[in-house]
C-alpha cells in the first residue's frame, strides 16, 4: 500500500505552502517578532490547508529553537507534528462535529488548566469550528478571552460566518483562498518529476480545472490518475515510471475531448450543420452530460476570444497549452472574427443557463447549435458587400420628397408611386400591384454611400434598400422593422414611429445581445455608413408612408350620423381610407353645398362608435330654457342612424344635427308641475353620466 499524494506532500513548514501568501507571511512576521496572539481563527474553501497551517503553527511554536518562523524538524515537537509524526500531548486536535456541545467545552476548560507536559504551549486546534453549538462557544468565551499564559486556540472552519461574533472578534482572523491555476499547475509537474510519472500534453490542465483550486482536491485527483495508469514502455531505472494518458483522463473526469471541441468551432467557422449535429450525436451518444459539454464548449469559446485579442501573447495566458494547440486555436480565431466569437459565446452562456434545471438537455443543446449556425449566417451576410446589389422584390420603392399639400388624403404605402416628369408613362401603363415585379435583365447599381451628414430625406430614400439589408439578416427582424416610420433624424438618432405598443416592445428587445434593433443598426451602417441611436416612439395616428407629412391637427369635434351598418366590426382590419358621409340639414337631407366640407372623416374604431350611440346631441336654442315641445319635436331620427364623433378637416359652420328618439322628456306631476326627464337635463348642461345614487335626505346626525 502507498499513502495518499496530499498526505506524502503535506507541507511542514510555511514556506512550502503555495498560494497562501496572504496568511503565511503575516504570521512569519510575527513569530519573528514574538507578537504571537492567544487565538487565531483559519477560514477558507476545502483543502486549502488551514488544518496544515494549524499544525505548522504549533511546530513553529513549540520548536526547541522557537518560536521561530522556521522550525527546526529535528527536535521531538517538530518530529511527532510532521509526516508521518505520532502527534504530540501538549497538542491537541478536536472534531467539533463530534464534540460541539456545552459537556465537551467543560471537559476542554478542565483540561486547559493543567501545564503542558513537555513543551511551551498548550495548543488546541478545533477543526470544523462552525459545528460547535452556541450554548458550547459561549462555554468556552471565558476561557478564550482570557486564556492561561500556557494556552493558545486554533479555530479551522470553512463558514466562519458560524462561529459567534463573541469568539471571533477574540480571534486573529485569517483568510485562505483558493490557489490560482498557474501555482497549480507548476505545483503538479514539479510533483510528478518527483514521482517519476510522466503526463500526455493535456492531462494536468484537466487535473487542474477539475481539482477547482484546491491542492487537496487535485492532488486526490492526481493520485487517481496515477493509480490507473499504464507502465511506461521504457521505464527509467530506479523509478516506477508511469503514464498518463489523455484519453483516460479525459473518460474519468468527465471532460470533452480535445478532438470533439475542434470538430464543433471548425463546424461553426465552416457554418456546417451536418458537422455540427454529427458532433452533438456524438457527444449524447457517449454518454456525457450535455451540460458539461456546454460548459467545456464556454472554456473553448474563452479560450479563442483571448488568442483573438492578444495574438503571440496568448501563451503568457493560456499556461498548459502547447505550441501546436496554441496554434490551431490561433486559426480557429482568425477564422471566426471577434465579433462573431463574442456574439457564440453569449448564446452558449444563454443556452448554459437555460440548461440549469432543465428536463431535455440535449433538446437545448441542439436549439443552441441552430442559433449559432443562424447567427453565423447572419454575420455572413453583413459582411459580405456584393458587388452588385441585386433588387429586393419585397421591400418597396423609394419614396420620393413629397411634394403633395399637407392636407391631402393619405394612401396605402404600396400604391404610392414614385413623382416622374411629363415624358414618364402614365400610371395606367403601370403594372398592378399585386403582380410580380417583371424580370430584370440589368441589375441596378449599388448604394452609394453619402460622404456627408445624412438627413433625415437620405434616410427615407434609403429605407427600402435598408430593409432589403435587413431581411438578408432576419426575417423576423425585418418584419418588425418594416413596421417602422422614419420620422427624425438628428445627428446620429434616429426617431421611429410605430403602429402598436407591442411592435416598439419587439423592437428594444434583445437576446443575447442579438435583436430587430442591432440587425437594423448593422444594415444602416452598411448601406449608410452610419451607425445610429434609437428613439422609438408609439403613434397612435394612422399609418402614413415614410416620407409623407402628417395630417393636420382637428380643430374642433363635431357630431354626425352615419348609418349604423358603416361601423367596422371588431374582427375587421384596420380602414386605410377614409369613410365618409354627408351632414344632413333639418329636414334630413344631405348637404350640396360647396361651401360646406362635402365629407368628414369617420372615426373607424367600432368600441368609440358603439360608446357614442348612448350618447345625446344638444338641439339648436336660444335661451337658458328649452321648451319640452322643441325638444321632443327636434329629435326625430331614423332608428337605423347612430352618432359618432368625427374630426372636422375646416373650422366651418356646422349645421344642425338629428339624434336617436330619446324618451319621453317631460312628465306632468299630480302637483301640476312640468319635471324634465334626465336626457333634457344631459343636454341642457352637457352632463355626462357616472353613476347613479338614491338620494337620502339630511338628517339631524348626517
Known amino acids: 500500500m502507498t499513502t495518499a499524494l496530499y498526505r506524502r506532500y503535506r507541507p511542514e513548514a510555511f514556506g512550502e505552502m503555495i498560494g497562501q501568501a496572504q496568511v503565511t507571511e503575516p504570521l512569519m512576521t510575527a513569530l519573528r517578532s514574538d507578537r504571537v496572539g492567544h487565538a487565531y481563527l483559519f477560514s477558507g474553501p476545502r483543502g486549502c490547508g488551514k488544518t496544515t497551517s494549524a499544525r505548522i503553527l504549533a511546530r513553529c511554536l513549540n520548536c526547541a529553537q522557537g518560536p521561530t518562523d522556521t522550525p527546526c524538524g529535528e527536535c521531538d515537537s517538530c518530529v511527532e507534528l510532521g509526516r508521518g509524526g505520532s502527534g504530540s500531548l501538549d497538542v491537541v486536535e478536536i472534531d467539533a462535529a463530534s464534540h460541539n456541545g456545552v459537556d465537551d467545552a467543560r471537559d476542554l476548560r478542565e483540561r486547559a488548566v493543567f501545564a503542558p507536559a513537555r513543551d511551551r504551549f498548550k495548543i488546541f486546534i478545533l477543526d470544523e469550528a462552525h459545528m460547535v453549538t452556541p450554548q458550547g462557544f459561549n462555554a468556552l468565551l471565558k476561557l478564550v478571552e482570557e486564556p492561561p499564559d500556557h494556552v493558545k486556540f486554533i479555530f479551522a472552519t470553512t463558514e466562519p460566518e458560524k462561529v459567534i461574533g463573541t469568539i471571533r472578534s477574540r480571534t486573529h482572523h485569517y483568510p485562505f483562498r483558493l490557489v490560482p491555476p498557474a501555482a497549480m499547475l507548476e505545483y503538479v509537474e514539479q510533483l510528478c518529476r518527483t514521482e517519476g510519472v510522466s503526463v500526455e500534453p493535456g492531462v494536468l490542465p484537466l487535473v487542474v480545472r477539475a481539482g477547482g483550486g484546491s491542492p487537496r482536491d487535485t492532488l486526490s485527483l492526481l493520485d487517481q490518475l496515477i493509480a490507473g495508469s499504464e507502465p511506461a514502455p521504457e521505464p527509467v531505472a530506479g523509478a516506477d515510471d508511469v503514464t498518463v494518458r489523455y484519453e483516460r483522463a479525459v473518460s474519468l473526469l468527465g471532460y470533452t475531448h480535445a478532438e470533439l471541441l475542434d470538430e464543433v468551432i471548425d463546424a461553426f467557422a465552416a457554418q456546417d450543420p451536418a458537422a455540427a449535429f454529427a458532433a452533438v450525436d456524438r457527444v449524447v451518444q457517449t454518454g456525457q452530460d450535455p451540460r458539461r459539454f456546454v460548459d467545456d464548449l464556454l472554456e473553448r469559446l474563452r479560450d479563442l476570444i483571448i488568442v483573438a485579442a492578444t495574438g503571440q501573447a496568448a501563451a503568457a495566458v493560456l499556461r498548459g497549452v502547447s505550441a501546436d494547440d496554441l496554434a490551431r486555436m490561433t486559426r480557429q480565431a482568425d477564422a471566426f472574427g471577434a465579433a462573431r466569437l463574442s456574439h457564440t459565446a453569449d448564446l452558449v452562456i444563454g443556452t448554459l443557463d437555460d440548461m440549469t434545471g432543465a428536463t431535455s438537455p440535449r433538446l437545448q443543446l441542439e436549439l443552441m447549435v441552430a442559433r449559432v449556425l443562424a447567427r453565423g449566417s447572419a454575420f455572413g451576410a453583413v459582411d459580405a458587400e456584393p458587388a452588385v446589389a441585386a433588387p429586393t422584390v419585397s421591400a418597396p420603392a423609394p419614396l420620393p420628397t413629397p411634394t403633395a399639400a399637407p392636407s391631402a388624403a393619405p394612401r396605402r404605402a404600396e400604391q404610392v408611386a414614385p413623382i416622374t416628369d411629363d415624358s414618364a408613362p402614365s400610371d395606367d401603363d403601370a403594372p398592378p400591384v399585386d403582380e410580380p415585379a417583371p424580370p430584370v435583365d440589368e441589375p441596378s447599381p449599388p448604394v452609394v454611400v453619402p460622404t456627408g451628414p445624412v438627413t433625415v430625406q437620405q434616410m427615407r430614400d434609403a429605407w427600402p434598400e435598408v430593409l432589403g439589408r435587413v431581411e438578408q439578416i432576419s426575417r423576423s427582424s425585418w418584419l418588425i422593422a418594416s413596421a417602422a416610420q422614419v420620422a427624425a433624424l438628428t445627428d446620429d438618432v434616429l426617431t421611429l414611429m410605430f403602429q402598436s405598443q407591442s411592435d416598439v416592445a419587439k423592437f428594444k428587445q434583445l437576446s443575447a445581445g442579438a435583436g430587430a434593433s442591432e440587425d437594423l443598426r448593422q444594415a444602416i451602417l452598411a448601406v449608410l455608413g452610419i451607425r445610429v441611436k434609437y428613439i422609438a416612439k408609439h403613434d397612435a395616428g394612422p399609418a402614413r408612408p415614410t416620407g409623407q407629412p402628417a395630417a393636420p391637427e382637428p380643430t374642433r369635434p363635431v357630431r354626425a350620423t352615419v348609418p349604423a351598418r358603416a361601423t367596422a366590426p371588431a374582427s375587421a382590419a384596420p380602414v386605410t ?111 355626462t353620466f357616472i353613476r347613479e345614487e338614491p338620494y337620502e335626505p339630511p338628517t339631524r346626525f348626517s
Open 577 to 687: 381610407e377614409w369613410a365618409v358621409a354627408s351632414i344632413p340639414n333639418d329636414a334630413g337631407d344631405p348637404v350640396d353645398d360647396p361651401g360646406a366640407p362635402a365629407a368628414l372623416a369617420v372615426d373607424d374604431e367600432p368600441e368609440e362608435a358603439a360608446r357614442l350611440r348612448n350618447a345625446t346631441l344638444a338641439p339648436a336654442r336660444e335661451g337658458e330654457v328649452l321648451p319640452s315641445a322643441d325638444v321632443e319635436s327636434s329629435i326625430e331620427p331614423d332608428e337605423d342612424e347612430a352618432v359618432i364623433d368625427t374630426d372636422v378637416v375646416a373650422d366651418v359652420p356646422v349645421p344642425p344635427v338629428v339624434a336617436p328618439r330619446l324618451p319621453s322628456a317631460a312628465a306632468p306631476r299630480n302637483d301640476g308641475v312640468q319635471r324634465y326627464g334626465e336626457a333634457v337635463v344631459r343636454q341642457v348642461l352637457g352632463a
